[in-house]
């Protein structure tokens, strides 16, 4: 008897064990999750693949959308809903939440969603027909856009690209349904014409129709390890404040831009209005590299605190920094860190520092051309980092040069003129090789000994000096003092400094 009760328990107990290691481990996964439709438009198909699940079926679609499961091919079609002819209603309508559930043999439920958006009236490729860059500027709201990520900003393959996410972004939700699409390599996200107002969302229209909120991003490419293989900056402006059509031919016959690269527009001199001299600041690169750094969060700089801005989950981001070695200072390094700052503190030691101040451990002066579109330049396609040539036409006027000191400060930054016009250029400052903070006063105290002095001007070009050692800026310094005003054409500047950029049309 004793020895059957020991067969019996010892069989108990290997049932218990095999019902113990068959631990269900529910789980679902789409081929895609974010899905663009027009309203009416064609039906859309995707795949889907479930774990330990015995059932699948649709639990819940917001109004007007439906969705159909084929268990067979394990594939469910999706299909809009018609334009219900009210603008209210359609607000209700544009978005939907696709909600399915499974169930696993013990009967436990896990539920899955897929998203679906109505979009304007059409899907805007960036990129397409070959206008490769590493910047895209988006000028239509209420609309999806896509990217091919698994080529560079000059059309070269990028291998292993298995996901893609939001860098940073200028505010809350600034590029929405962010979705990668392994099918095709695209990424895919929607940019609406809304703004917060006391945490409420409210809808932008100039003369009755939506725009955009300008703004900034920057979005990558990564590997199944998440190691980014590349990034691209897009630079969102409303339609009537498109930077490409902002532009004037200097009188070499050089077309330059009318803005900073990532700014939203140039105050041209205005005193009045601190938010216009703020939308003037583009964003700041440091030379050779192809990705941004962030613009100031004060009209005059003040403690050179950095803008806020955003995630791809919509926390807080930051610049991170790393000191120039022979690790972090290698172009691949940049490629795979975009919003670490390299500086190069190093360069000033009395005993070790060469006085190079580059962000290469090893100068190379080929990542900006001034002939060609490098495949590291920062602007628009169809437009690059001027030559160190192209700025030699401008000139400050004695009138300029003798201007007061109350409206020389008012207008943070002068007009520069090319024998026929005039343009202003912002004294934005730059960020230091040596910290990578923003600067845009003058400290030095040995000239100015009483305060610093505003404001200081740097606009880089592909320029470089004759030893290959160091880059040229447009520099600009303005002073209390008019007789010490400083304006050069071609100022040597280390390259781990990061300054403004005035793109030049590509000839």
């Avoid at 400060?409 to 903070?437: E, H, I, K, P, V």
């Avoid at 845009?440 to 305060?451: A, G, I």
């Avoid at 005003?485 to 000839?507: E, I």
Wanted: aromatic share 14%; proline share 3%; with cysteine.
């Amino acid at each position: 008897m004793r020895t059957l009760k020991t067969i019996f328990l010892l069989l108990c107990s290997v049932i218990l064990l095999g019902a113990c290691s068959h631990k269900e481990n529910l789980g679902m996964s789409f081929s895609k999750m974010g899905l663009y439709f027009q309203w009416g438009g064609e039906p859309q198909t995707i795949s889907y693949t479930t774990i330990d699940a015995l059932s699948l079926e649709l639990k819940s679609a917001t109004e007007g959308w439906t969705a159909t499961i084929n268990h067979a091919a394990n594939t469910i079609t999706i299909t809009p809903p018609q334009d219900p002819g009210d603008e209210d209603k359609r607000d209700t309508m544009r978005e939907a939440d696709i909600k399915f559930a499974i169930t696993g043999e013990s009967g436990t439920t896990s539920y899955y969603t897929v998203n679906a958006y109505i979009i304007g009236d059409s899907l805007i490729a960036l990129g397409s027909n070959g206008e490769y860059a590493n910047c895209y500027i988006l000028t239509t709201p209420k609309t999806a856009y896509t990217l091919d990520v698994t080529k560079n900003g000059a059309g070269q393959a990028l291998s292993g690209v298995a996901d893609a996410k939001v860098l940073w972004q200028s505010y809350y939700g600034t590029l929405e349904h962010f979705t990668f699409n392994e099918e095709d390599g695209t990424v895919s996200f929607y940019v609406d014409a809304k703004t917060e107002d006391d945490d409420e969302e409210v809808y932008i229209k100039e003369n009755g129709a939506y725009v955009m909120r300008d703004g900034n991003a920057l979005i990558a490419a990564v590997d199944a390890s998440g190691n980014i293989l590349w990034s691209w900056h897009l630079w969102i402006c409303k339609a009537t404040n498109n930077p490409l059509n902002d532009f004037s031919t200097y009188s070499n016959g050089v077309t330059f831009m009318g803005r900073n690269l990532g700014a939203y527009g140039n105050s041209n001199g205005a005193t009045d209005n601190t938010n216009l001299i703020l939308d003037s600041y583009g964003l700041y690169y440091q030379w050779g590299r192809k990705d941004p750094f962030l613009r100031p969060y004060y009209h005059d700089c003040a403690g050179g605190d950095d803008e806020y801005v955003y995630s791809g989950s919509n926390s807080a981001a930051y610049i991170e920094y790393a000191e120039c070695s022979t690790e972090t200072g290698t172009v691949e390094y940049a490629i795979a860190h975009p919003t670490t700052f390299i500086t190069n503190a190093a360069c000033v030691d009395a005993e070790n520092g060469d006085g190079i101040g580059d962000w290469l451990s090893t100068p190379d002066s080929s990542l900006w051309s001034g002939a060609t579109k490098s495949a590291y330049d920062p602007c628009p396609y169809g437009w690059k980092v001027p030559a160190g040539s192209d700025f030699d036409v401008l000139s400050l006027s004695a009138e300029e040069d003798g201007m007061s000191v109350e409206s020389a400060r008012g207008r943070f930054g002068w007009m520069l003129n090319d024998g026929t016009n005039s343009y202003f250029y912002l004294g934005a400052g730059f960020r230091s090789y040596y910290d990578g903070t923003i600067h845009n006063m003058n400290y030095k105290t040995d000239v100015y000994p009483s305060q610093p002095e505003p404001w200081e001007g740097y606009y880089w070009t592909a320029g470089v000096t004759a030893d290959g050692k160091q880059s040229t800026c447009l520099y600009f310094d303005l002073t209390t003092t008019r007789t010490i005003n400083k304006f050069n054409l071609n100022y040597p500047s280390k390259r781990a400094n990061a300054m403004q950029v005035r793109c030049v049309k590509v000839k």
